[in-house]
């Protein structure tokens, strides 16, 4: 295979939030950017969300890639230009200040914190158009709400990365602000070159610089193109799966892909004599945050394919209960992951192998989860809670919610993530990170990091807010010492 | 530029092992008296083996093997392999691998009946759903 060349000026390595605000600000600050992706570049409705096409189209290995451990927990990557933010629920939820302030401290990060972050903060919600609902919640979010007023507990709507018309009275009528949507079109607008389709498999060092990187390019018919691009600085935005692979196949191994952590979930099918199931209203965006950010409890989007599947084997009645589908929501319990995993590149294949080991109080807070959510949809109303462990009865009866207190059998329970940390750490500990306060890899002259991978712990809310805050504020300093704006 | 490596692997007796699971998952999903579409069926079928295809190799090929040994563990526990067995046997059978202390037998199973039920339904009613718009216009 004839290898072709590539020359730019900066190199970012993927597209989703973090990699294309950091092309995008790049880009217009007039810098020669290629931004390279290993996905397709698809449009917004190149498949109905969360369907069997947007899963082939846009999840890495068609969503089923499981962190090994005790307990396995799959998780989820987006692999297409925008990554993540074409996929998921857009739910836009800001760092909680308490969160910013202990990384700050305990992982020694300059200039950080609630304030220093507030300005790009600002710019993230400005350029995704973050915004609340123009018409009332829809039924499953009402329930949520409802049940937290009943038992004393703080719920709130959150805010999504969505564009709603005036006049909007329908989910529909919106449009979701992710990356193909926003930064993209302006990084290409200013002149950024994009190349889908296209993998880094490793960087070539001389010293303490990246001079090169190997990749290979998939035609449409599948044919491959080997190249290698030089570059003067490179900004790996692969996610905190993909970016310590690529470091660690490149030499570069030490701590990096250490500290693997994340936010475990568990979902819970509910059924109601009422109809909470409404598509039209779009994801349910109301979330109990009383125990946050420890412990968040909330809804997801639930078709009916999705509830037969998270339905379990043993259902009395299935048939009149599948009929009446829209009688059922999926509710799912998510908590702040305590222990750290590590990620590591398989030799002799291009895959990544991640390890995390769920211990007993990450499985304990989720069943404690579990009840807590149980008693709160009891109170308003619910019929049967269909339990998440594979080959276990229904719950119908509010005092037989003890059976979650007593404990979920590890190795039973369909644990899932979608959000991932930590395994190339920012701050200005070196027994602890791999790039400095500000993206840096340590060590290394022209390599940074720039993807939700540098956030130290789990933000124990949605994290691509956080994550586009702090790419903005690190690109924003690099231009800074380059005396550009 | 090269020609694509062609990854499919083919393996003797997957087939048959794949859509016996997958007719037993669905089964157990429909209505005692609901009968099977024939079409959504066969793209349940293609779509667990691209599934299979689309894993990282790590798993997949634990995955392909785990599914053959599935189909063949059936002689010892009633003579038949798994894609021969009756639909009583077989429900015995996946019990068993279901209730298992062994983690990745049960990971095993959980991996075909959430895939095997949500793509038989999404077939079924959305896909359905889709091509009945593109038909009205």
Known sequence: MKRQRLDCDVLVVGSGPGGATTACLLAEAGHDVLLVEEGRNLSLDSAVPYSLDEIDQKYRNGGLTPSFGKTNVTYIEGRCVGGGSEINAALCHPPMPETLEQWKVIYQIDEFGEKALAPYLEDVFRDLTVSFLPYELGPASRKIKEGADAMGWKSEEVARFWHYPEKCDSHEKGSRQSMTATMVPRALAAGCRLRSRTRVRRLGLKGHRAVFADAVSRGPDGTRQALRIHFEQVFVCGGPIQTPTILRRSGLKGKVGKGLTMHPMLRMPVRFDEEVNDPSYGVPVQQVVEFKPQLTLGCSNASLPHLVMWLGG???????????????????????????????????????????????????????????????????????????????????????????????????????????????????????????????????????????????????????????????????????????? | MKS??????????????????????????????????????????????????????????????????????????????????????????????????????????????????????YELHERKEQRDEEVSG
């Open chain 1, 314 to 485: 043993q259902v009395q009645d299935r048939e009149r209960k599948l009929a009446e589908w829209r009688k059922m929501a999926l509710f799912y319990v998510l908590v702040m992951g305590t222990r750290r995993g590590f990620v590591r590149s398989l030799p002799g294949t291009e895959e990544a192998f991640a390890y995390y080991p769920i211990n007993d109080e990450d499985l304990a807070l989720l069943v404690e989860g579990l009840y807590r959510l149980g008693k709160m949809l009891f109170a308003v109303g619910a019929k049967e809670i269909f339990s998440p462990v594979a080959g276990a009865a229904s719950i119908t009866d509010e005092r037989d919610l003890g059976i979650l207190r007593t404990g979920l059998p590890q190795g039973k329970m369909s644990i899932s993530t979608i959000h991932l940390f930590a395994t190339c750490p920012m701050g200005g500990d070196p027994r602890r990170a791999v790039v400095d306060s500000f993206g840096k890899m340590l060590d290394m002259d022209n390599i940074w990091i720039n993807d939700a991978s540098i956030l130290p712990a789990g933000t124990g809310v949605n994290p691509q807010a956080t994550l586009m805050a702090v790419a903005r504020r690190n690109v924003a300093r690099w231009l800074a010492a380059r005396g550009s704006r």
């Open chain 2, 4 to 121: 694509p490596k062609h990854r499919k692997r083919h393996f003797p007796g997957l087939d048959a092992a794949v859509s016996s699971l997958v007719e037993t998952m669905v089964a157990e999903a429909q209505g005692a008296d609901d009968v099977m579409d024939p079409e959504a069926l066969d793209r349940t079928r293609a779509t667990m083996h691209r599934r299979l295809q689309m894993m990282p190799r790590f798993l997949g090929i634990p995955m392909i093997g785990a599914t053959l040994v599935f189909d063949w563990g059936g002689v010892l526990a009633s003579g038949l392999p798994f894609h021969r067995q009756s639909a009583a046997q077989r429900r015995k059978q996946l019990e068993t691998w279901r209730k298992s202390s062994i983690g990745f037998l049960v990971n095993f199973v959980d991996f075909y009946e959430k895939m095997a039920k949500f793509t038989y339904f």
